[in-house]
C-alpha cells in the first residue's frame, strides 16, 4: 500500500490564484483530514470526512472548500489564495472504528502565497 | 479553552541515552492520547497511543506514561539513535472527539 498519497509536494501562488491539493488514500479508510501545519505551531483542522458525499468544517475552514464523490479521494481547493494561507497542508487518514484515532499522514503540500 | 502543550520546544540528548519528552494537557475528559514523529519535510508518523484507562503502555524502544492526576503525558525512548531526532507532537482527544495537536518538541541527538 503507499499510504495517503498527495500531490504537489510543492506549490507558489500569487494572490487571488485558486488551486486543488489532491489527496488520495488506498487503505479502504472511513474518515479523511485536512491538516495545516504553521511554523512552530499544531496541526490545525481545516475539513474531515467521515465518508464519500459527507464532509464537515474543522476548525480552520474559511478560504477553503473540500468535496469527497469516492472512499479514495479527498481534494482540498484554495479558490482565492491569501498570504495567511502559507502553510503546509498534510492530508490524513483513519480507519472505520478510529475516528480521529491513529491518523495515517500524507508527506504534505508546502503552499507559498506571494 | 483545550490545549495541549509541551514543556520544551527542544531537547538534547547524548547518543545512547534515553529521551523524555513531556506534554501536558488541559482537558481532565480526555480519554485518547497518541504520540507522533515528524522529520523534516516529511508528514508525522503514528508512534503510540494510550486510552485514559491505562497508565503506562510500551512499544519498541517507546514507552508513553500518563498521569491523570496532573494531566500530564510523557514519551520515554530508550538508547536514544541519530533516526530519533525529529519534531514529537502529543495529541489529546477531547470528550467532544476534537483531536488536539500540542506545538511540538524538537528532539535532537548528540553523537
Known amino acids: 500500500n503507499a499510504g495517503v498519497t498527495q500531490t504537489p509536494k510543492f506549490r507558489i501562488l500569487k494572490i487571488g490564484q485558486s488551486m486543488t491539493l489532491q489527496c488520495t488514500q488506498d487503505?479502504?479508510?472511513?474518515?479523511m483530514y485536512w491538516y495545516r501545519q504553521d511554523p512552530g505551531m499544531g496541526l490545525k483542522l481545516i475539513y474531515y470526512?467521515?465518508?464519500?458525499?459527507?464532509?464537515d468544517k474543522g476548525e480552520v475552514p474559511n478560504g477553503y472548500n473540500v468535496s469527497r464523490s469516492t472512499t479514495e479521494d479527498f481534494p482540498l481547493r484554495l479558490e482565492l489564495a491569501a498570504p495567511s494561507q502559507t502553510s503546509v497542508y498534510f492530508c490524513?487518514?483513519?480507519?472505520?472504528?478510529?475516528?480521529?484515532?491513529?491518523?495515517?499522514f500524507g508527506s504534505g503540500t508546502q503552499l507559498s502565497v506571494l | 479553552g483545550e490545549s495541549v502543550g509541551l514543556h520544551l520546544p527542544t531537547l538534547s540528548v547524548q547518543e545512547g541515552d534515553n529521551s523524555i519528552i513531556n506534554c501536558a494537557y488541559s482537558?481532565?475528559?480526555?480519554?485518547?492520547f497518541i504520540w507522533y514523529k515528524q522529520e523534516s519535510g516529511k508528514g508525522p508518523q503514528f508512534i503510540i497511543d494510550?486510552?485514559?484507562?491505562?497508565d503506562k503502555r510500551q512499544g519498541q524502544r517507546v514507552t508513553v506514561l500518563l498521569n491523570k492526576t496532573v494531566k500530564h503525558l510523557s514519551l520515554q525512548i530508550a538508547a536514544t539513535q541519530p533516526g530519533d531526532s525529529a519534531v514529537y507532537f502529543c495529541?489529546?482527544?477531547?470528550?467532544?472527539?476534537?483531536?488536539?495537536f500540542g506545538q511540538g518538541t524538537t528532539l535532537q541527538v548528540k553523537p
Open positions: 494510550i486510552r485514559s484507562n491505562m
Open positions: 482537558n481532565s475528559a480526555s480519554d485518547y
Open positions: 470526512s467521515v465518508g464519500a458525499g459527507i464532509t
Open positions: 487503505m479502504n479508510h472511513n474518515y
Open positions: 495529541a489529546e482527544k477531547s470528550n467532544t472527539g476534537k483531536l488536539i
Open positions: 490524513a487518514s483513519s480507519p472505520r472504528d478510529s475516528r480521529n484515532e491513529k491518523l495515517f
